[in-house]
């Protein structure tokens, strides 16, 4: 097999320091941190090079398990192994919403744009809602490049972090694996959340050699998302979003600066997803 490419900017951790300069985006970073998806956010093992190269060099699907050699031990993964390791405890969660629940929660983060292609630019957002999708496309999905637009089922991902709804992220993960196996234009994928499964589940692994050093995501990344507010509707946080439990670091940016950080009245789950959304 041909030398695969590394990807360092692909399956980073999101960043959750905190400073005067970012303080409009605090209640993204605790809301972040008290949600299903803060391990995998946050998670950050020093990645064997070595092992990574042996998963994809002999990465193969039998029985709904890939099966692997890595460092001459016999490896075995399944969704249910994801769903622990990462503490998703997903596995009976839906794995996507319907073309209409998305587009119904996205018009509610601002996304006004009409368009009949199941595609969802980030630039529209605004900084808020922009950072959110700008993690779930870094941190989160398979992309090695161009993380500029989220697809159905990333667009799915982000809408059931914001309502905190169940969502199969294990399902996911396990899928874009799976399903890179087969591809072929491969590359390193997932070396980050592959690492953490090897760590927790294969301990007796050697780690010896080369590290792969993914490019992090760091406070500049707040600016980063500042420097244009977005051509969508200036829509705030939902206000279950706000984490009160501890007293801000710093005072928050005026709203008449960016728009309003919280809408006390936004939608509930209640009313958005009666039902199961997959059955929407």
């Known amino acids: 097999m041909a030398d695969l490419k590394f990807a360092p900017y692909h399956n ?11 303080s409009l985006f605090h209640h993204i970073i605790d809301f972040m941190r008290q949600s299903s998806l803060y391990v995998a956010l946050s998670v950050k093992p020093q990645i064997c090079e070595k092992h990574i190269r042996d998963f994809w060099g002999s990465a193969r699907l039998e029985n709904d398990s890939i099966h692997a050699t890595v460092d001459g031990q016999n490896i075995t993964i399944t969704q249910a192994m994801i ?14 919403y319907s073309e209409k629940r998305v587009r119904i929660c996205m018009d509610m983060m601002g996304y006004n744009v009409e368009s009949h292609e199941k595609q969802y630019q980030k630039k529209v957002f605004n900084p808020l809602w922009r950072y959110i999708a700008h993690v779930i496309l870094r941190c989160m999905s398979c992309r090695r490049d161009n993380f500029e637009e989220l697809n159905q089922r ?59 050093d993914l490019s992090q995501l760091k406070p500049k990344v707040f600016a980063n ?11 705030p946080l939902f206000g279950h979003m706000i984490v009160q439990d501890e007293e801000p670091l710093f005072p928050q940016s005026p709203a008449s600066e960016t728009g309003p950080v919280v809408d006390a009245q936004s939608p509930t789950s209640e009313n958005l997803f009666p039902q199961s959304p997959a059955n929407v």
Request: hydrophobic share 40%; with cysteine; net charge negative.
């Open 154 to 212: 990333l667009a799915s991902m982000m809408i059931a972090f914001a309502y905190q709804q169940e969502f199969s992220y294990s399902s996911y993960i396990f899928y874009e694996l799976c399903n890179h196996i087969q591809s072929e234009s491969k590359f390193l994928l997932f070396p980050r959340f592959l690492q953490h499964i090897f760590n927790q589940n294969f301990p007796k692994l050697v780690h010896e050699g080369s590290s792969l």
């Open 83 to 96: 769903s622990d390791t990462f503490e998703f405890d997903d596995l009976d969660a839906v794995k996507w």
């Open 12 to 22: 980073v951790c999101a960043c959750f320091e905190k400073t005067s300069k970012n």
């Open 225 to 235: 998302m500042m420097r244009f507010r977005g051509t969508g509707l200036d829509a």
